[in-house]
T-cell receptor, first 113, second 114 residues
């Protein structure tokens, strides 16, 4: 079983719609959760991080964390063609595991006009 | 502000050769990381370093060697390259923990081992 799993893609949504990206993790002691965006041929860049249960909003992006169910999601409202990219979920376990991020395999999102 | 740079950006080598990938950051970040990215596997941690002269293994360290004599540099060496090490390699850095653990990635090095 993979430690961090993302919903299989690719995901295609029309411009202006809400894109929903999901991620589950196996380590119940995980402490920090990150969403990175990666354009084709480029390096990952951080979109958001979340540490506590609930929602965290930043512009058109909302991260949702549910530690009891061990999932974290990313909602993109009013999706734009420029949001088309691969989205990577990353999780850090608790304790002394600083630096050891475990990434999911990524979900490819395509926003079509 | 150069941030984090990697060199070379592209490299073709042959099986059995030694290859060193360079990573340099100008932020004086304490932590540095090496990942490889392969289709179907996502990003996997090879090695990381908490400070100069402090390094530790990640998920897939076999066949790789790292050193960190200076805070700003974190070279990754493939001692005897194999075809399975064909990949895209990303270096990353972060400031400190727990206050600032966001990792910032370099542009990547595409390595092809023939």
């Amino acid at each position: 079983q993979k430690e961090v799993e993302q919903n299989s893609g690719p995901l295609s949504v029309p411009e202006g719609a809400i894109a929903s990206l999901n991620c589950t993790y196996s380590d119940r002691g995980s402490q920090s959760f990150f969403w990175y965006r990666q354009y084709s041929g480029k390096s990952p860049e951080l979109i958001m991080f979340i540490y506590s249960n609930g929602d965290k909003e930043d512009g058109r992006f909302t991260a949702q964390l549910n530690k009891a169910s061990q999932y974290v999601s990313l909602l993109i409202r009013d999706s734009q063609p420029s949001d088309s990219a691969t989205y990577l979920c990353a999780v850090r376990a608790g304790g002394t595991s600083y630096g050891k991020l475990t990434f999911g395999q990524g979900t490819i999102l395509t926003v079509h006009p | 502000d150069a941030g984090i740079t990697q060199s070379p950006r592209y490299k073709i080598t042959e099986t059995g050769r030694q290859v060193t990938l360079m990573c340099h950051q100008t932020w004086s970040h304490s932590y540095m990381f090496w990942y490889r990215q392969d289709l179907g596997h996502g990003l996997r941690l090879i090695y990381y370093s908490a400070a100069a002269d402090i390094t530790d293994k990640g998920e897939v360290p076999d066949g790789y060697v790292v050193s960190r004599s200076k805070t700003e540099n974190f070279p990754l060496t493939l001692e005897s390259a194999t075809r399975s090490q064909t990949s895209v390699y990303f270096c990353a850095s972060s400031e400190s923990w727990p206050s600032q653990e966001t990792q910032y990635f370099g542009p990547g090095t595409r390595l092809l081992v023939l």
